[in-house]
Nanobody, 121 residues
Framework: QVQLVESGGGLVQPGGSLRLSCAASGSIFRIDAMGWYRQTPGKQRELVAIITSGGSTNYADSVKGRFTISRDNAKKTMYLQMNTLKPEDTAVYYC???????????????WGQGTLVTVSS
């Protein structure tokens, strides 16, 4: 089994910052791509940012220049630094991790439990 634990969500004023974390644990041999997604009521989950095992990143247009995704492979942890937050960033944020396990089934695609980010004055 692979478990993901998210932390760092909360209430912040417009223009403020938050840092989300996603820690992976369990029978992990290798972690490949990691990503952050978000979802608001009545809408589909959307990609926010993704980072490959080599460190390449890609962002949704709506967060480019404001959010930064990073990872610490030794800690099996991914981060999302969110700056200049806007009310439209309000959502439940989910982390997603893909990789290879040490037991069958070998590949995994795991999701975190979600953490709520509310941007409001």
């Amino acid at each position: 089994q692979v478990q993901l634990v998210e932390s760092g969500g909360g209430l912040v004023q417009p223009g403020g910052s938050l840092r989300l974390s996603c820690a992976a644990s369990g029978s992990i041999f290798r972690i490949d791509a990691m990503g952050w997604y978000r979802q608001t009521p009545g809408k589909q989950r959307e990609l926010v940012a993704i980072i490959t095992s080599g460190g390449s990143t890609n962002y949704a247009d709506s967060v480019k220049g404001r959010f930064t995704i990073s990872r610490d492979n030794a800690k099996k942890t991914m981060y999302l630094q969110m700056n200049t937050l806007k009310p439209e960033d309000t959502a439940v944020y989910y982390c997603n991790v893909n990789g290879v396990r040490t037991a069958y089934p070998l590949t995994f695609n795991a999701w975190g439990q979600g953490t709520l980010v509310t941007v409001s004055s």
